[in-house]
């Protein structure tokens, strides 16, 4: 089922002090693995679809695909716009029934990236969706990593009117990390409210598990699953030709991987 109220529904995980992974996913065959696995564990979870995704399947194809999925699943499904890199982007997401949007101004200097975060997050929540935004950045594709400061934190947060914000920590897209959880701490406690994070594959699962208690709702899951599928497709192949069971092995890799997931963060039995 597709959650109702976005923006309620992230405030009640950021008060209930767990967070959700939010996969990125960009086929048939991984999403539905994520939602097998979701259901299994009687989690809530997330399917975001990333630029690069979109820009791979189509918008509207994989909007109704991921629609279809999550109105037949029994668990809530947020989907979810992953890195978002303009206006325009964002609101054809929004008009496509996305329920959550990210923004990723943290190329920007701070102003600019302020005043474009309200701007989508304003027909957002014209529309009942959540909206995401970013200071700092997390390396990989989005560049070197930069670490937040906590006072642009919180004025993301008054300013720019996001319902959660990607803090930069110490996590990095794809690779493992360690997080600053000193800094984690002092940004929770400046803002008050839900944060994300990124590069969240390689986090470090004592750190994770302490990051979701200092108010941490969504944790991004792109490499990990992704590795997963591929690792189980290469099994596959090496066994048989027959796709079914080549696409059936790499579902199962990533219900494995999703599985492991829901209980790192504490998603598992929420639903």
């Known amino acids: 089922m597709r959650v109702r109220d976005p923006r309620q529904f992230i405030q009640d995980v950021w ?3 767990y967070a959700i992974p939010a996969f990125d996913v960009c086929n048939l065959e991984l999403a539905a693995a994520v939602l097998q696995a979701a259901e299994e564990a009687r989690a809530p979870v997330i399917l975001a679809t990333y630029t690069g995704d979109i820009d791979h399947a189509g918008l509207r194809p ?3 695909l991921l629609q279809t999925l999550a109105d037949e699943a029994r668990v809530p499904v947020l989907i979810h716009l992953d890195h978002g890199q303009d206006f325009s982007t964002a609101v054809r997401c929004l008009a496509e029934g ?5 923004f990723d101004g943290s190329h920007l200097p701070l102003e600019d990236n302020l005043r474009e975060t309200r701007r989508v997050a304003q027909v957002a929540h014209a529309l009942g969706a959540a909206m995401e935004g970013e200071v700092g950045s997390f390396g990989g594709p989005q560049g070197a990593v930069l670490f937040t400061d906590p006072a642009d934190a919180a004025a993301m947060f008054e300013e720019g009117e996001v319902d959660m914000l990607a803090v930069s920590v110490g996590s990095v897209h794809g690779q493992r990390s360690r997080l600053d959880l000193d800094r ?3 940004i929770a406690a400046r803002v008050r409210g839900p944060l994300v994070l990124h590069g969240g ?3 470090d699962p004592g750190d994770l598990r302490q990051a979701v208690e200092l108010g941490v709702v969504k944790v991004n899951i792109g490499h990990g699953v992704f590795s997963a599928w591929l690792q189980g497709l290469r099994e596959g192949l090496a066994s048989s030709s027959v796709h079914y069971e080549v696409l059936g092995r790499g579902m199962a890799a990533v219900r494995e991987e999703a599985r492991r997931r829901f209980v790192m963060t504490g998603a598992a039995g929420r639903a």
Do not use: E, F, P, Q
């Open 184 to 186: 984690l701490g002092r």
């Open 15 to 17: 008060k209930a002090r």
């Open 201 to 203: 594959s390689g986090i």
């Open 62 to 64: 994989l909007a109704r």
């Open 98 to 102: 996305y329920g959550s949007v990210m």
